[in-house]
């Protein structure tokens, strides 16, 4: 079974489109995070969200705006598209023991 | 300023060649070292949590250790399914649950 499960896989998207990408934990955490990881492989964070609080990192603009339905999904939904957002995002979540499992990523390219 | 250093950046070894991976962390407090396991084209694997100075944990040919000021992970005979980037992360006693990742390592281990 899968752990942590991402979709779409691939999104290829122009630049000013609004897309959206789904994240599915059946680990039963309480809390989930959505990572970018860059062209040089540096990965950071971005969101985390523990029940019903959402944590936001400054650094992130505010074109990115994460959701969650249920504690077992937390989307994240990217306005107006640019070109320096095509990276790497990925999902994670984590439970009592703060170990966070990955998904397996989506890859965004803005053309 | 939080800050995790990884080196080197790139390792080539021989199979059979054991070698180690630096990680130095340069935090405000340490909740806990984290290594990770990164294929291309997948999301980090979790590998190992360290909490204290002097902790030390291993799995099959790893064995990561920790001290104050950095951790070590040490590659006993690699094998070539050993090649990977090795992920090295730390997470903050006052800043939520989000991990600081280094750069990465990757191996690559040859037959």
């Known amino acids: 079974d899968t752990a942590v499960s991402q979709t779409p896989k691939y999104l290829v998207t122009q630049m000013g489109n609004d897309k959206s990408i789904k994240c599915e934990q059946n680990l039963g955490h309480d809390t989930m995070y959505w990572y970018k990881q860059d062209s040089k492989k540096f990965l950071k964070i971005m969101f985390s969200y523990n029940n019903k609080e959402l944590i936001i990192n400054e650094t992130v603009p505010n074109r990115f705006s994460p959701k969650s339905p249920d504690k077992a999904h937390l989307n994240l939904h990217i306005n107006s598209l640019e070109l320096g957002d095509s990276a790497v995002y990925f999902c994670a979540s984590s439970g009592d023991t703060y170990e966070q499992y990955f998904g397996p990523g989506t890859r965004l390219t803005v053309t | 300023e939080d800050q995790v250093t990884q080196s080197p950046e790139a390792l080539r070894l021989q199979e059979g060649e054991s070698s180690s991976l630096n990680c130095s962390y340069t935090?405000?407090?340490?909740?806990?070292l984290f290594w990770y396991r990164q294929d291309p084209g997948k999301g980090p694997e979790f590998l190992f949590t360290?909490?204290?100075a002097g902790e030390e944990k291993e799995k099959e040919r790893l064995k990561a250790t920790l001290t104050k000021k950095e951790s070590f992970l040490h590659i006993t005979a690699p094998k070539p399914e050993d090649s990977a980037t090795y992920l090295c992360?730390?997470?903050?006693?006052?800043?939520?649950?989000?991990?600081?990742f280094g750069k990465g390592t990757t191996l690559s281990v040859s037959s």
């Open positions: 360290l909490y204290s």
């Open positions: 935090v405000s407090g340490l909740r806990g």
């Open positions: 992360a730390v997470q903050l006693n006052q800043a939520g649950t989000a991990l600081i």
